[in-house]
C-alpha cells in the first residue's frame, strides 16, 4: 500500500496536475466555469417556475430562461475562444476571438433547407443541444488565431500601430470565416448535424450504466488526489446539458423523462455528492462525535458546510486527499453512489430530475425531493445516508485509532526545560 500511495502522491498526480494545467485544457475548464452564471441564470427560473405551478397568476418570466441558458451554446464558444487566447498568452486576441466565435457559430447552426426560416430551429441549435457544436467552434477559432498570432506579422514595423492591429485582426477573422463558409455554402456540408453526429457515440455512453458510473467514479477518483471536478467539465458538459434538455422536452411533449446522467442527478439531488463529492457527510457526521479531540473539533468546524454539500475543508482539512485510509472509502462511494442511483431511477422507484436546477449547495434530503419532485426522495436520502456511513466507518475508526495515538505520543512528550542555571 505505501508503495502505491508514494507513486499516486509522488508522480502519477504531479503528472496528472501537470496536464490539466496544459493552457488549451486549462482554458476549457475555465470557460466552463465562467459560463455557470448563465447556467444558474436558467436554474433560477426552473425554481420560479415551480412556484408558479402553485400559484398560477404570478407572471411569465422565460424570456429570461430563453436569452440566458438557452443560448448556452453561443456563451461557451464565446468563452471558450476568449480564454483559450488568455491561457495561450495572446491576451490582445481575447475579446475578438471571443466575438468571431460566435460568428463562426451561426454560420455553422444556421437551419437549412425546410427549416431555413425557422427562428425556433436557429434557438434550439444555440441551446444545449448544440452545445457540443459550441466547443468545436471555440476550438477551431482558437486554433486558427494562436497561429495568427505566433507569427508576430508586423511586429517592429514601420506602421503605424493602429493598421497593424487592424491587419493582426481581419486576417484571422476572414481566414477563420472563410473556411467556414466553404464548408457551409460553396460544399453545402451541415456542420451542426456533422459536429453532433461525431459526439453522439460520446453522449450515448456517456448515458449508459458503466458510462455513467465510470463518469462518477473518475472524479471522485481524482478528487481524492486533489484534482478539481471542473477539469472534467469539457467531456460532462456536453453531455449532462443534453441530457437534461431531452428530459425538460420529453416531459413537456407528455412523454417520461430518461436520461439519468445529468448535472442534476449526480450534483443537484444530494445522493451520489452527499456532502460533496465522494459522499463524504458521513465521513463528517463521524468526526463530529470522534474519540479523537482533534477530528471531533474538526468534524464540528466542517459540519455547515457538509449539510450544503461543500466538502473542499473537509477533503483537504481532514484530510481525504492523499490519506489512504480515507481514500479508499471515497473511492467506493464514487462506485456505490451512482449505481444505487441508477437502478433505483431505472426501476421507476425515484423520478429522474426533468428540470434545470445547476446547484449542488441545497441541503439533502430538501434538495433531493425538490428538485425530483418524488415523496420517495427522503427514503433513499435516508438509505444512501447509512450505506455511506456504513463505508465511511471502519476506515474512519482506523483512522481515529492512529490520531488517538498521535495525540498520546504527543501529551506524554515531555517539555524541555532549561539547565538550572542558565
Given at each position: 500500500?505505501?508503495?502505491?500511495m508514494?507513486?499516486l502522491?509522488?508522480?502519477?498526480?504531479?503528472?496528472?496536475?501537470?496536464?490539466?494545467?496544459?493552457?488549451?485544457?486549462?482554458?476549457?475548464?475555465?470557460?466552463?466555469?465562467?459560463?455557470i452564471p448563465?447556467?444558474?441564470?436558467?436554474?433560477?427560473?426552473?425554481?420560479?417556475?415551480?412556484?408558479v405551478s402553485?400559484?398560477?397568476s404570478?407572471?411569465?418570466?422565460?424570456p429570461i430562461?430563453?436569452?440566458?441558458?438557452?443560448l448556452?451554446?453561443?456563451?461557451?464558444?464565446?468563452?471558450?475562444?476568449n480564454?483559450?487566447?488568455?491561457?495561450l498568452?495572446?491576451?490582445?486576441?481575447?475579446?475578438?476571438?471571443?466575438i468571431?466565435?460566435?460568428?463562426?457559430l451561426?454560420?455553422?447552426v444556421?437551419?437549412?433547407?425546410k427549416?431555413?426560416?425557422?427562428i425556433?430551429?436557429?434557438?434550439?441549435?444555440?441551446?444545449?443541444?448544440g452545445?457540443?457544436v459550441?466547443?468545436i467552434?471555440?476550438?477551431?477559432?482558437?486554433?486558427?488565431?494562436?497561429?495568427?498570432?505566433?507569427?508576430?506579422?508586423?511586429?517592429?514595423?514601420?506602421?503605424p500601430?493602429?493598421?497593424?492591429?487592424?491587419?493582426?485582426?481581419?486576417?484571422?477573422?476572414?481566414?477563420?470565416?472563410?473556411l467556414?463558409?466553404?464548408?457551409?455554402?460553396?460544399?453545402?456540408?451541415?456542420?451542426?448535424?456533422v459536429?453532433?453526429?461525431?459526439?453522439?457515440p460520446?453522449?450515448?455512453i456517456?448515458?449508459?450504466?458503466?458510462g455513467?458510473?465510470?463518469?462518477?467514479?473518475?472524479?471522485?477518483f481524482?478528487?481524492?488526489?486533489?484534482?478539481?471536478?471542473?477539469?472534467?467539465?469539457?467531456?460532462?458538459a456536453?453531455?449532462?446539458?443534453?441530457?437534461?434538455?431531452?428530459?425538460?422536452?420529453?416531459?413537456?411533449a407528455?412523454?417520461?423523462a430518461?436520461?439519468?446522467?445529468?448535472?442534476?442527478?449526480?450534483?443537484?439531488?444530494?445522493l451520489?455528492?452527499?456532502?460533496?463529492?465522494?459522499?463524504?457527510?458521513?465521513?463528517?457526521?463521524?468526526m463530529?462525535?470522534?474519540?479523537?479531540?482533534?477530528?471531533?473539533?474538526?468534524?464540528?468546524?466542517?459540519?455547515?458546510p457538509?449539510?450544503?454539500?461543500?466538502?473542499?475543508?473537509?477533503?483537504?482539512?481532514?484530510?481525504?486527499?492523499?490519506?489512504?485510509?480515507?481514500?479508499?472509502?471515497?473511492?467506493?462511494?464514487g462506485?456505490?453512489?451512482?449505481?444505487?442511483?441508477?437502478?433505483?431511477?431505472?426501476?421507476?422507484?425515484?423520478s429522474?430530475?426533468?428540470?434545470?436546477?445547476?446547484s449542488?449547495?441545497?441541503?439533502?434530503?430538501?434538495?433531493?425531493?425538490?428538485?425530483?419532485e418524488?415523496?420517495r426522495?427522503?427514503?433513499?436520502?435516508?438509505?444512501?445516508?447509512?450505506?455511506?456511513?456504513?463505508?465511511?466507518?471502519?476506515?474512519?475508526?482506523?483512522?481515529?485509532?492512529q490520531?488517538?495515538?498521535?495525540?498520546?505520543?504527543s501529551?506524554?512528550?515531555?517539555?524541555?526545560?532549561a539547565?538550572?542555571?542558565v
Amino acid at each position: 500500500m505505501k508503495k502505491i500511495m508514494d507513486w499516486l502522491c509522488n508522480s502519477f498526480a504531479p503528472r496528472m496536475n501537470n496536464l490539466f494545467s496544459r493552457p488549451w485544457l486549462s482554458a476549457i475548464s475555465s470557460s466552463m466555469q465562467k459560463s455557470i452564471p448563465f447556467i444558474l441564470t436558467g436554474s433560477l427560473i426552473f425554481l420560479y417556475n415551480i412556484i408558479v405551478s402553485y400559484f398560477p397568476s404570478l407572471p411569465d418570466i422565460s424570456p429570461i430562461l430563453d436569452y440566458s441558458f438557452g443560448l448556452i451554446s453561443m456563451i461557451i464558444a464565446f468563452m471558450i475562444a476568449n480564454q483559450c487566447m488568455e491561457k495561450l498568452k495572446h491576451p490582445s486576441y481575447s475579446t475578438v476571438a471571443g466575438i468571431v466565435s460566435i460568428c463562426t457559430l451561426m454560420m455553422a447552426v444556421m437551419p437549412t433547407g425546410k427549416n431555413a426560416d425557422s427562428i425556433s430551429v436557429l434557438m434550439e441549435n444555440l441551446g444545449p443541444t448544440g452545445i457540443a457544436v459550441g466547443m468545436i467552434v471555440g476550438l477551431y477559432v482558437s486554433a486558427i488565431f494562436n497561429l495568427w498570432a505566433k507569427l508576430n506579422f508586423l511586429e517592429n514595423s514601420s506602421v503605424p500601430d493602429f493598421i497593424t492591429t487592424w491587419i493582426n485582426f481581419l486576417v484571422p477573422n476572414f481566414i477563420t470565416l472563410g473556411l467556414t463558409m466553404i464548408l457551409v455554402n460553396t460544399f453545402n456540408i451541415n456542420l451542426f448535424d456533422v459536429i453532433l453526429s461525431v459526439f453522439e457515440p460520446l453522449a450515448a455512453i456517456g448515458q449508459s450504466f458503466p458510462g455513467f458510473v465510470v463518469m462518477c467514479f473518475i472524479t471522485a477518483f481524482f478528487y481524492t488526489m486533489g484534482i478539481s471536478t471542473w477539469l472534467w467539465s469539457a467531456i460532462t458538459a456536453p453531455i449532462y446539458l443534453a441530457g437534461i434538455q431531452a428530459n425538460i422536452d420529453a416531459v413537456a411533449a407528455g412523454q417520461q423523462a430518461l436520461n439519468i446522467a445529468t448535472n442534476e442527478t449526480i450534483f443537484s439531488i444530494a445522493l451520489i455528492t452527499m456532502g460533496g463529492t465522494c459522499a463524504t457527510l458521513g465521513l463528517n457526521v463521524l468526526m463530529c462525535f470522534s474519540k479523537s479531540k482533534q477530528l471531533k473539533i474538526l468534524g464540528r468546524i466542517f459540519i455547515i458546510p457538509s449539510i450544503f454539500n461543500i466538502n473542499e475543508p473537509i477533503v483537504f482539512g481532514a484530510p481525504v486527499v492523499f490519506n489512504p485510509l480515507l481514500m479508499l472509502p471515497a473511492w467506493i462511494n464514487g462506485l456505490v453512489g451512482p449505481i444505487v442511483v441508477w437502478v433505483i431511477m431505472k426501476a421507476g422507484l425515484l423520478s429522474v430530475p426533468s428540470k434545470l436546477i445547476f446547484s449542488g449547495e441545497i441541503p439533502g434530503p430538501i434538495s433531493t425531493f425538490l428538485f425530483t419532485e418524488d415523496l420517495r426522495a427522503f427514503l433513499w436520502w435516508g438509505v444512501l445516508f447509512c450505506v455511506y456511513l456504513a463505508i465511511w466507518y471502519p476506515f474512519f475508526k482506523a483512522y481515529e485509532k492512529q490520531k488517538i495515538q498521535e495525540e498520546l505520543a504527543s501529551e506524554e512528550t515531555p517539555i524541555a526545560t532549561a539547565p538550572e542555571g542558565v
